[in-house]
């Protein structure tokens, strides 16, 4: 845990290097500092994905919506390289915070609590809390991230006919075909649903608890911010869902 904890530190030893970041790097690395950047993170990964589903949602306008508004991401070039190292690194920043404050929080914890319980979220999660269901679900979106990579910007999912997708030099240029095959394909489409899901769970207690640790707290507010934190969640993982509903059922 002392040696992950070491590792993880590492970026903030390089910047507290750079004159004028150490106190900043001070301030970041304390255990509300880190919440605070988990929270910024948190939310800005919440704006890609809304970003993404609106873009993605256009499949249902057809192949040629959709294609145009591909070619039209892909001609942004270096402004989409700039973006992607953008989004990497957030991510990046996101998954080391959760495991940098998890683990300080188990080392400053003595001994586990016998029952966790949260009603942060609009309902009550079962045994293990709502951090212990952060880390599981956090980890099933990682590992759908990277055969999301592998499927649709490497083009290159285990099982994944592309033959539609391809032009007469085999590339995958026809975006509209190349998420046509991923997401009809039964054993993505199986994982892609569970890991939706894991999705939901994860934002509806994350949008809640990253308002909260950015002061959006008060008796009076609460339910509205837990309903807000619920309806966005459920959105954005019901968007992401209905695209695969969608693909099995024009599968040809
Ligand atoms: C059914 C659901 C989804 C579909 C159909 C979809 C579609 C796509 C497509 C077509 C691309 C390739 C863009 C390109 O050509 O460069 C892509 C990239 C990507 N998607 Fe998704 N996506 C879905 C869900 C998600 C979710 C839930 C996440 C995050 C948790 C996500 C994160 C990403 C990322 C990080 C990239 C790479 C962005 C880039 O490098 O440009 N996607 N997605």
Not at 1 to 28: D, E, Q, T, W
């Amino acid at each position: 845990m002392n040696a992950l904890l070491r590792v993880l530190s590492l970026p903030a030893v390089f910047l507290s290097k750079i004159p004028g970041l150490a106190p900043v790097v001070r301030a970041c690395s304390t255990s509300v500092g880190q919440k605070f950047l988990m929270a910024i993170t948190g939310l800005s990964l919440i704006g890609f994905l809304v970003v993404h589903l609106a873009g993605n949602l256009q499949l249902f306008a057809g192949e040629a919506v959709f294609n145009a508004y591909a070619e039209k991401l892909h001609s942004l070039g270096p402004l989409l390289g700039i973006a992607e190292v953008g989004l990497f690194a957030t991510f990046a920043a996101h998954i080391g915070l959760a495991i940098s404050t998890a683990s300080m929080n188990k080392l400053a914890r003595k001994s586990s609590y016998a029952l966790k319980e949260t009603k942060q979220g609009l309902f009550i999660l079962p045994a293990g809390g709502a951090s212990s269901w952060m880390m599981v679900t956090g980890l099933l979106i990682f590992g759908f991230l990277v055969i999301h990579i592998m499927d649709l910007k490497l083009k290159k999912g285990f099982g994944v006919d592309y033959t539609a997708a391809m032009n007469a030099d085999n590339e995958a240029v026809n975006s509209f075909q190349a998420v046509k095959a991923v997401l009809s394909h039964p054993v993505h489409a199986g994982i892609y649903f569970v890991c939706l899901i894991a999705l939901g769970i994860h934002l509806s207690h994350g949008i809640r608890s990253a308002l909260q640790t950015l002061g959006l707290h008060h008796k009076n507010w609460n339910f509205a911010l837990r309903t807000l934190g619920f309806v966005m969640a459920w959105g954005i993982a019901g968007g992401f869902i209905s695209l695969i509903v969608w693909a099995l059922g024009s599968k040809s």
